[in-house]
């Protein structure tokens, strides 16, 4: 049996705080360690609390970080304790399924060797998005593309709204078996790696190469290195969990209620709603955008 451990790129408290409920409620995961990448002190101080009141949770800090995605990289080089299994978590998860942690192993177990990560079904993930469309009993009649920047999957805040609306009323109706899909194998395909799990040993093997600073962690871990092992990474099926938006959609999102609603599922309150500013050129470009691209698409569950 590995210790399995969450690693997270800490991260924005309106986020972290939902993300902690779910975390320090799964006791199969044993430590979760939180990469010091804030850019704001405030959400420093407030990972220390964190750690501060839990012995599972761990503040990991590195010289250089920036706050950026480009800081990240140097992260995952510690995770190559032998015998763990890492899952990686993007602080906006809002949702994670009961025994994530386990089913994640578990999973990841039967098929090692011969698959390089798993990830469970992502809600507001472009590919998972795909996967829905054509592999599950939902209707989604939308133009999903099989690509990780997919324009509506990826870009459009009203399609992103509506999918977490449907999701959060299967959630409150016990109808989440509507999102699951057959397990899937992906290759030579970027996928955004909202929450990827991974062996500590593949990691030590690997060393440097595992993600070498420079590249784009998600396009390097997920598709270069995969191809370069001949060992494709695995969608888990029938695990579905939630990431609230990417940066085209996270201003409008955060403009809606759906953050409170998943807090709602969770029993509690949000007190540290994020804050996403863009200057006035980026938030034209993506008003422009998801006004021409996110309009008026329907998405239904079968019944």
């Excluded at 997270?8 to 779910?22: M, S």
């Excluded at 784009?216 to 695990?239: M, N």
Aim: charged letters at 20%.
């Amino acid at each position: 049996m590995n210790r399995i451990v969450a690693v997270t790129p800490a991260g924005r408290r309106g986020y972290l705080e939902l993300l902690a409920h779910y975390v320090l409620l799964d006791e199969s995961i044993v430590e979760w360690h939180l990469w010091d990448n804030c850019r704001h002190q405030s959400d420093r101080e407030y990972i220390h609390e964190l750690a501060d009141k839990n012995q599972k949770i761990k503040v990991i800090n590195l010289p250089k970080v920036d706050g950026t995605n480009n800081s990240i990289n140097m992260f995952y080089g510690l995770c190559n304790e032998p015998n763990t299994f890492y899952i990686k978590m993007d602080d906006d998860l809002v949702y994670l399924p009961a025994g994530l942690g386990t089913g994640m192993y578990e999973a990841a177990v039967v098929d090692r060797g011969r698959y390089l990560w798993w990830s469970p079904l992502i809600i507001n993930n472009a590919i998972c998005t795909w996967l829905l469309k054509y592999f599950s009993s939902m209707k989604i009649a939308a133009e999903i593309t099989a690509q990780a920047t997919c324009r509506i999957g990826w870009r459009s805040p009203l399609f992103a709204q509506s999918l977490h609306r449907t999701f959060i009323s299967a959630l409150r109706t016990s109808s989440v078996q509507n999102f699951r899909v057959p397990n899937q194998t992906l290759s030579l395909s970027r996928f955004s790696i909202n929450c990827v799990g991974f062996f500590g040993n593949d990691v030590l093997a690997a060393g440097d190469n595992f993600c070498p600073v420079g590249v784009d962690d998600e396009e390097w871990i997920s598709a270069v290195l995969p191809a370069k092992l001949g060992r494709p990474g695995r969608i888990i099926g029938d695990y579905a969990a939630s990431h609230f938006s990417y940066y085209p959609q996270e201003s409008a999102l955060l403009q809606t209620n759906i953050l409170d609603e998943y807090y709602a599922i969770a029993g509690i309150q949000l007190t540290h709603r994020p804050v996403k500013k863009l200057t006035k050129k980026m938030a034209f470009k993506f008003a422009v955008l998801n006004r021409l691209l996110g309009w008026k698409i329907p998405l239904t569950i079968s019944k």
